[in-house]
């Protein structure tokens, strides 16, 4: 006789063996999130009275725009408030023409006011056009294709991206700035995410663990390449451009700035190995499925058959990406027509040569990396036949 009631409660007792312990996993996770941001700011610059607030331009009073279309000194402009202090009230102030700071106004713009309010007294300018809205719209718009596209998975995979994104602002930033080391921080933050991104897709699957493994061994060899290409280039994190700021962290806060350019090419190479781990841990859980009878050796060609096409295209993302970041360096070392021993022993091109290739190196070797751990763990106690 069959028991309906048992029949019933099985769904809901595999529903609860799959989610009960990342839930409770996810409640640890937001509790160690809390505790890891309450932290206390040193003040590195004095803000105070001053504030960042949204306006609309009402009028151009005096414009600085050129017969040529080029803009040369400030504008004068009205500005109706809409946030702060001064809301509802028509302030006039400046925009100047810099191309970092400050906005070519228009009537109707929405603006950025930085504003020091005293008593009666305000002093504010146009600190830039006001971009929030479109950000969040084409990222909703990103997250919104990436769903209707992907289904079920590109849901998911939305899912995973914001969890990333959720570790890096308050969990990197906050641990970095607890004096933690930048490298064991951000190879914690890889392995996290990756474990929440592959879950998300994969499920309490033997492709999940595979593919986990994979994308964390590619990160970290990435990140042992990086230190050894540094040992003997004599490239460090105290060599990149910005030193001179991050210094004033090191000084105040006693912040590891000379490990954040490592703890950042771990973070860069991450989507990029994990890609290429979860496609070979897929490949290889297929062939095994419909193959079974298939012998390690074989099943280990197989997936290096499957990762060599893969090498063919996404050992050049990373360089790519960063020759991508460093062109208008490149652009500039061209018109100058600097000398090929300056270019190439310069400190800004060895970094992007270092961080192109530490990161493919990360990359190519996790192929061979997930396709073992994947035959290792596919025929996990199978017998091997007699020869």
């Given amino acids: 006789m069959i028991d309906l009631h048992t029949d019933q ?5 595999r529903l609860l063996l799959r989610w009960a312990p990342p839930l409770l996993l996810l409640l640890v996770f937001c509790v160690f999130v809390v ?10 610059v004095s803000r105070e009275g001053q504030t960042f607030e949204k306006g609309v331009v009402t009028e151009i009073i005096q414009d600085n725009l050129q017969y040529d279309g080029s803009r040369v000194g400030e504008q004068l402009v009205r500005v109706e408030m809409k946030t702060g202090a001064r809301a509802g009230q028509t302030l006039e102030m400046t925009s100047s023409s810099g191309y970092l700071f ?64 959720f570790c890096i602002l308050f969990m990197y930033l906050p641990l970095v700035y607890r004096d933690h080391s930048p490298f064991w921080v951000s190879v914690f933050i890889c392995t996290i995410t990756t474990i929440v991104t592959m879950y ?58 000379g490990g954040l350019l490592f703890s950042g090419l771990l973070i860069s190479s991450l989507g990029a190995t994990m890609d290429v781990a979860m496609s070979i841990a897929s490949a290889i859980s297929e062939i095994h499925t419909q193959t079974p009878d298939i012998s390690r050796r074989e099943l280990f060609r197989a ?69 073992l751990l994947a035959v290792f763990l596919y025929t996990l106690g199978r017998k091997t036949p007699a020869a």
């Fill in 35 to 44: 505790r890891i941001n309450a932290v206390d700011k040193f003040g590195l």
């Fill in 102 to 165: 400050g906005a070519g106004c228009t009537v109707g713009m929405k603006v950025i006011v930085m504003q020091s309010v005293s008593g009666d007294s305000t002093v504010a300018s146009v600190y830039a056009q006001d971009r929030e809205t479109v950000i969040y719209v084409f990222a909703g718009l990103y997250l919104l294709v990436l769903c209707l596209v992907g289904g079920k998975q590109g849901v998911k995979g939305a899912l995973g991206l914001v969890f990333t994104f």
């Fill in 200 to 257: 998300l897709i994969g499920g309490p699957t033997m492709k999940t663990l595979v593919a986990t493994g994979g994308t964390v061994a590619g990160v970290c060899i990435a990140g042992l390449t990086a230190t050894a290409f540094s040992a003997a280039s004599g490239i460090t994190g105290w060599n990149v451009s910005d030193i001179e700021s991050l210094l004033t962290l090191w000084n105040t806060n006693g912040i590891q700035v």
């Fill in 9 to 13: 409660k099985q769904p809901v007792r």
């Fill in 303 to 371: 997936g290096m058959r499957v990762g060599r096409d893969m090498m063919g295209t996404d050992s050049n993302t990373l360089i790519l990406a960063f020759a991508g970041g460093s062109i208008s360096m490149l652009v500039l070392d061209y018109a100058y027509d600097l000398p090929y021993l300056q270019i190439i022993n310069s400190n800004n091109i060895g970094i992007a040569i270092m961080q192109g290739l530490a990161g493919s190196f990360g990359i190519v070797l996790s192929v061979p990396v997930t396709v």
